[in-house]
């Protein structure tokens, strides 16, 4: 699996600013957020449920695997997607560090990616209660 999620009953807008302060709390700053909803509707003038993918980032760690693995900036930021389903649920995914930076074969970006993993997992649990 390349993703783990929570789901939660609300809304994209109740739920945002508590994943924006959930991540920071890890050490996370949103560096991109991009709205669907709205691209689509501008661009293609579809009709979509609320969708946003956010770039998390952790400036630290993300400069660690830079140095470890200088191409590694294709596989970031951590990308997070929080977005409203049919029965007034939030549906919060979260980008699988681990699985993605497999295709690293380097050990310490291995170690990196467990413990970007961990702070995520963290994050999510933070958001059930």
């Known amino acids: 699996m390349y993703h ?3 789901d939660l009953k609300g809304t994209l ?3 945002e600013p508590r994943l924006v302060a959930a991540l920071k709390a890890e050490g996370f700053g949103v560096i991109t957020e991009i709205d669907i909803q709205a691209t689509l509707k501008k661009k293609l003038d579809i009709e979509k449920r609320p969708y946003k993918i956010l770039g998390a980032c952790n400036p630290g ?5 830079l140095d470890f ?6 596989l970031l930021p951590c ?3 929080i977005r409203e389903c049919d029965n007034e649920t939030v549906r919060i995914s979260f980008m ?3 699985a993605v930076l497999t295709l690293v074969d380097r050990e310490e970006v291995a170690v990196l990616a467990k413990e970007v993993k961990e702070r995520l997992l963290r994050v999510m649990e933070s958001l059930k209660g």
């Open 61 to 65: 760690l993300a400069n660690q695997a």
């Open 4 to 6: 783990f999620f929570v």
């Open 13 to 15: 807008s109740e739920f």
């Open 96 to 98: 699988d560090p681990e």
């Open 69 to 74: 693995e200088p191409e590694i900036g294709l």
């Open 79 to 81: 990308n997070v997607v």
